[in-house]
Every structure is written in structure tokens, then in C-alpha cells.
């Protein structure tokens, strides 16, 4: 415990699922958090009361990540409460599944806009209050590299966009001493991709170690790139599937 003592960081997404078990996680080292929500002010209040209880410093902000108005208030409010931003984890995001015919154009921007635009108006507002040590950490998929059922293709050309960009900006911001990283989560224990839900028995089937992923799991990798131990990777996409894409 302590490795980001002194530090500040914001979670997108942070009021449930993978989201908010990276929030507790980076308090529990020590981070003050600020985590934003959409739509489930109730369950980032959860995630703030526990945090505090705990010892930590935390509070929510409401951003819709498909505002960029809201996505960039956010970052102000971060700076403002906490008087500074060393990690970002761009953790907001969405998904439909729908093939090529059924696919509307609205579903297609709504997925766009908070799975790639609201990751960039983060990263490139939250890096104006970054030095040397700067962190971001962007949650991806692997559905980036495969989509492994019918109907995933925008969500995985959302994510191969976020793939994109984290190399791209580990050149940008690697002479400031900034990194930055995507973590590729695939079947996790979550609201969305519940490991007792429609799809849980086919990916099973793809799982090496037969069992979905937990929140915990994810938030561990994160603390380990947000932390001085993760200095020297940027620019990484890394699996954590429990051996689907082995």
C-alpha cells in the first residue's frame, strides 16, 4: 500500500463494474480518486463512501463521456478539488451488438463517441496538467483483435481505435515522461458481460482457465502501470483474458 501516495486520479466510468474496483484499487495505494458516472449517481456515492470509509479521499463528478464538454469539466473539477492530475484511466465506454444490416448510424456514433472521442478529449485535456510521471491507461478489449461472435464489429473498430491511439501517444508523450497504455480486458464479471449471462457459455468455452475475470484482476494491472514499478511501459496493449486469445 502507498505506491501513488501524494498522487491524483481520475476514473472515467468509475461508479460500477471494472471501473469502480479500479477506483478502490488506486486508493488503496493511496491515490485521492475522482470517479464520473452517466447515469448512476447512486452507485458512485457506493463507491466514494467506501473509498472514504477506508481511509482515502474520493468524490464524483456526473460526465457523460459522449459530452466533451462534460469530459473536460471533469478534468477541471479533478484539478480543482485534488489541485493537481497524475493518472487517467479512460475507462467510460460502451456496447451494442449488431451486424453489418441491422446496424443503425446512431448506435454507431453513441459507440464512437464515448468509446474513442470522449477517451481523446480526456487524454488531451488531462495532459495539460501532467509533468514527468504522468500516467494514462486506457481499458480497451480484445474484441481489438478479433471479434470472436456475430455483431461485434463496431464495438471491436472502437477498440482498435483506442489500440491505436495508445501507441501513438506513447510517441507524443514519451519525451515528457508520460506514458501510456490499454489494458485489454475480455470476459470479465461485470453488469454488462455478467459471467452467468446469455453469452457466458459461449465464452467459456474460449477461456483457457474456465472461469471469467473479476473486476480486482483488472484493477491490478492498472495499479501496476499507474505505479512507479510500470515506469518504463508505454505504448502497450495488454491482454488480461484468462488465455482466450492464446
Do not use: C
Not at 501513488?4 to 486508493?27: D, E, P, Q, Y
Not at 453513441?110 to 487524454?123: K, Q, W
Not at 472502437?158 to 490499454?182: E, M
Amino acid at each position: 500500500m502507498g505506491t501513488l501516495k501524494g498522487k491524483v486520479a481520475l476514473v472515467t466510468g468509475g461508479s460500477r463494474g471494472i471501473g469502480a474496483a479500479i477506483a478502490r484499487r488506486l486508493a488503496h495505494e493511496g491515490a485521492a480518486v475522482v470517479v464520473t458516472y452517466a447515469a448512476s449517481p447512486a452507485k458512485a456515492a457506493e463507491v466514494v463512501h467506501a473509498i472514504e470509509a477506508a481511509g482515502g479521499r474520493a468524490t464524483a463528478v456526473r460526465a457523460d463521456s459522449a459530452d466533451a464538454e462534460a469530459v473536460r469539466s471533469a478534468v477541471a473539477q479533478t484539478v480543482k478539488t485534488f489541485g493537481r492530475l497524475d493518472v487517467l484511466v479512460n475507462n467510460a465506454g460502451v456496447a451494442a451488438l449488431a451486424t453489418l444490416d441491422q446496424s443503425s448510424l446512431e448506435e454507431f456514433d453513441r459507440l464512437m463517441a464515448v468509446n474513442v472521442r470522449g477517451l481523446f478529449v480526456a487524454a488531451q485535456e488531462a495532459v495539460r496538467h501532467m509533468g514527468e510521471g504522468g500516467r494514462i491507461i486506457n481499458i480497451g478489449s480484445i474484441a481489438s483483435d478479433g471479434a470472436p461472435i456475430p455483431g461485434m464489429a463496431v464495438y471491436a473498430a472502437s477498440k482498435g481505435a483506442v489500440a491505436g491511439l495508445t501507441r501513438g501517444w506513447a510517441r507524443d508523450l514519451g519525451p515528457r515522461g508520460i506514458t501510456v497504455n490499454n489494458i485489454q480486458p475480455g470476459p470479465i464479471d461485470t453488469d454488462m458481460n455478467p459471467a452467468d449471462g446469455p453469452l457466458a457459455a459461449t465464452m467459456k468455452g474460449h477461456i483457457a482457465v474456465q472461469r471469467y475475470g473479476q473486476g480486482d484482476e483488472v484493477a491490478s494491472m492498472v495499479a501496476y502501470l499507474a505505479g512507479p514499478e510500470g515506469a518504463f511501459v508505454t505504448g502497450a496493449n495488454l491482454k488480461i483474458d484468462g488465455g482466450v486469445t492464446a
